[in-house]
């Protein structure tokens, strides 16, 4: 004959089951809890000492204010980028406080090359990135890099070349058409494609001047990897690339200043100080691409 426990003995085994599945429950909670996952990863650093800012044509003007100060109309056709309110006048305090067509926003810097014709009549680029790159020079002096001072004046390429030469350091080449080749004059871009302008400017500064009689003579490019002893302060280098929605034959182009080996740069800085630093210190010195917020991309 089967015997039936005691009812006591009974509920006392139950209320211990009970508190052994609640504590199992709880123990695998606090496992869950202490595995999780972020809840988002976090993308890999690309190994590439960049930031860049991203900054549309603003207006066109026949004014220098670096190389012809104070004189309206005195240059060739220039086309801007970046503080919207350059021209002849223009100074420090006036970049500013102007606005910017740059992201990001508190780039309110200048950039002006000679404006591009095709057919005689002004083109003005679709895309222009201003790369500020760790390149160029050894991985110490890339680590010991210093942001570029405010106020700085860089002028690059030759406006008054006559032939390319071997000085000659603006670039021509088709987006999307590799095939093309570059070349230090103007290219013929297939159909479908952009014609593009790649111009490095020197970054290796005396460390005193942020200006010079020649414009150019305060800063100086690297010479086996390294900025020459007159010219000890390496700076991000600066890229300009430039994108024209013109292709075909390059007879029918030409710049303001002459044939496509005349392509040249200026740049007047105006980066908050903060905000130049924070990208040296973090995308340069330690080689991680940014993007235009300075952070990595």
Known sequence: MDRVAPLPGLRRRL?????LSALL????????????EPAEA??????VAEFLADCQFSHRLPDDPIIYPGLPGASHMHSFFGATTTNAYTNLADL???DTTCNPRVDVSSYWVPTLYADNAPVEPAIVTFYYLGEGVRSDIVANTQPIPLGLRIVAGNARATAPDSTTISRWSCLHAGHVGASKDFVN????????SYLDFPQCWNGRDLDSP?????????VNQACPPSHPVAVPKLRQVIRYPVSGNPARFRL???AGFTMHGDFFNAWPEAEMLRRVRDCIRPV???????RPS
């Not at 976090?42 to 190994?47: E, G």
Request: glycine share 12%; charged share 15%; with cysteine.
């Open 214 to 222: 020649d414009h150019k003579s305060h800063m100086a490019y690297p």
């Open 96 to 98: 500013l406080n102007s």
């Open 15 to 19: 209320r211990l089951v009970t508190l």
């Open 288 to 294: 991680i691409k940014c993007g235009a917020d300075g």
């Open 256 to 258: 303001a200043s002459g």
């Open 25 to 36: 429950a709880l123990l695998g909670a606090y496992t869950v809890i202490g595995r999780a």
């Open 42 to 47: 976090r993308a890999p650093i690309v190994r």
């Open 189 to 196: 871009c297939p159909s479908g494609t952009m014609l593009e």
